[in-house]
Every structure is written in structure tokens, then in C-alpha cells.
């Protein structure tokens, strides 16, 4: 491996020991490298571990879920992006938490009903919020039953 070609691996291995990458993430930035060096140095850090799109997809599904109040769909959507593969994706939604999740959910989707009760129109109220619920990808299901419940209250 030329000189060029191993300090662009040290660095992505300082990089990667850091923080989760997934494959493509790692080719986007070998993209200055001619094709062949690229290939090489992301097969040596799949090799040693330190690229794993199952791992990624886990800390990604995680991370979206209980931080930012993902939803399943969103989730999956941004890891097809990434080109990580089906099985690796059912994988990481597997191990949500889902009783976390539906908190999550519930708790997101209270905001959002608090911040519609000026809306006097009840159509509009319940599009914009059943828009709000859907782009941030949960399921129809779970959102008519919580936006079930919170008419109600």
C-alpha cells in the first residue's frame, strides 16, 4: 500500500474507533482515491472490525429512536439510504426498546397536540397532525390510537 493510500487508512481508523461509520459512509470519503486503493482500504477496516454495517444499523436505530423519537419507518428508510442490507436492518429494529418507544412516541405526539389546539378547524387539526406523526415515521395504527385518546381528554 502506497504512503497515501495507509495515512487515509490511519486516519479512517482514528475516525472509525471514534464513532459508527457504515460502508457507505467510509466509500463517500475514500471518493479522492483511485478505485482500487479505496476497495482495499475499506475491506482492511471491515476486516478488523472497525466497520460493521449490523453494528451501525444497531447503534443507528437506537440512537434515532430514544434520542430524536424516531419512528420504525423513518428508521428503516434511512438505513435502506445507507445501503445497509434487510436483515441487519430487522436486526436493529428487533432491539428497540419498544415500551421506550411507545413513551417516546406518546411523549412527541402530545406536543405536538398542544401546539394544534389553536387550529379551530378539526379536519385540518387532525391532517396536520396525523402529517407531523407520519413524517416522523410511525405507524398509522399507533398514531390513531393516540390521537384517539388525546380527542377524548
Known sequence: ????????????????AAREYCRSDIR???AALPPADAAAVLDTLC???????A??????ARDKSALQGWGTRRIT???QRKAIDGPA???ALGEIDGEAARTRLEQV???????LQR??????????????ALGRGYEYDEIQRIYDHLGRD
Not at 1 to 16: D, G, I, S, Y
Not at 47 to 53: A, K, Q
Open 55 to 60: 453494528r451501525y444499523a444497531r447503534a443507528f
Open 89 to 91: 436492518i430487522a436486526a
Open 1 to 16: 500500500m502506497e504512503a497515501e493510500t495507509q495515512r487515509v487508512l490511519n486516519r479512517l481508523m482514528r475516525l472509525c
Open 109 to 115: 405526539l402530545r406536543a405536538k397536540w398542544k401546539t
Open 119 to 132: 387550529e379551530s378547524d378539526p379536519v385540518r387539526k387532525k391532517a396536520k397532525f396525523f402529517r407531523y
Open 47 to 53: 476486516r478488523e472490525g472497525y466497520v460493521d454495517d
Open 77 to 79: 428508510l434511512a438505513l
Open 28 to 30: 463517500r470519503k475514500l
